[in-house]
């Protein structure tokens, strides 16, 4: 939605295409632009491959690619005595294999267009890891983004990595409905225990995340390539130089 409403032409991607169709109709409605809906599984290399050569001949060309497909953290047990080689190896595969091989079929692309933008979604918590896949793959994720930025930068494309912390989506309200009833509390308690975590003391949403990624696609940010960018809302207190 932010890049449509800064003027992009988007492909959207996920495995489920009512969902998708849904979305891209709404997309389009709300900005004017064309949104194409395609699917894409990325644990598969050859879905991708389909995906971002599907992706360039509806837009005849492309120029931004933003990776953001994984599993929410946590969803299964990850501690040092429950963490399986399965759940670790299935989040490589998903997040930073998924997006090197995207990244590595855009690239093409963008070496044609002589532009290009890519920005992966991580997540703040690698940045004070209490588990092991999360943290994990996102690192991974990262140091392979740097290592890619330094390799492209040539081409005029840039790479980043944008770090979202805890923000209002409707997963969001399910946990904390869930939380408010398990303490006995209202759902607006709940969800400020949420924002007390946060430097700004306030919860953010998906859209304010997505601005940040917006300026890094955008011809502005030229200069910034090779970072990880925390969208968290001041999140943590450690210092990151």
Avoid at 6 to 26: T, W
Avoid at 159 to 171: D, F, K, L, Q, Y
Avoid at 211 to 240: D, M, Y
């Amino acid at each position: 939605m932010a890049l449509a409403q800064e003027g992009c032409d988007v492909v959207i991607g996920a495995r489920n295409m009512p969902a998708l169709q849904e979305a891209a109709s709404e997309i389009a409605t709300q900005s004017g632009r064309k949104i194409v809906p395609l699917t894409v599984d990325m644990t598969d290399v050859e879905s991708i491959r389909r995906f971002i050569a599907g992706a360039a001949d509806a837009l005849g060309g492309l120029e931004v690619l933003v990776n953001n497909a994984a599993r929410p953290g946590g969803a299964a047990p990850d501690d040092l005595d429950s963490v399986t080689d399965d759940l670790l190896l299935n989040d490589f595969v998903e997040k930073p294999l998924g997006y090197f091989r995207a990244s590595r079929e855009a690239i093409e692309h963008m070496k044609t267009a002589g532009w290009g933008r890519i920005v992966n979604i991580g997540g703040v918590l690698t940045r004070t890891p209490a588990n092991f896949s999360t943290p994990a793959r996102n690192a991974a994720m990262i140091v392979m983004s740097k290592a890619m930025a330094t390799a492209v930068s040539k081409y005029g494309i840039t790479v980043n990595v944008v770090h979202p912390g805890i923000a209002v989506t409707e997963r969001t309200r399910e946990r904390v409905e869930a939380t408010a009833t398990r303490d006995g509390i209202s759902y607006d308690a709940a969800m400020q225990q949420q924002a007390d975590r946060l430097g700004i003391g306030r919860m953010g949403g998906s859209d304010d995340i997505a601005k940040v990624v917006a300026f890094l696609c955008s011809p502005v940010a030229f200069s910034v390539s090779g970072e990880a960018i925390s969208a968290a809302g001041g999140w943590g207190a450690s210092a990151h130089l």
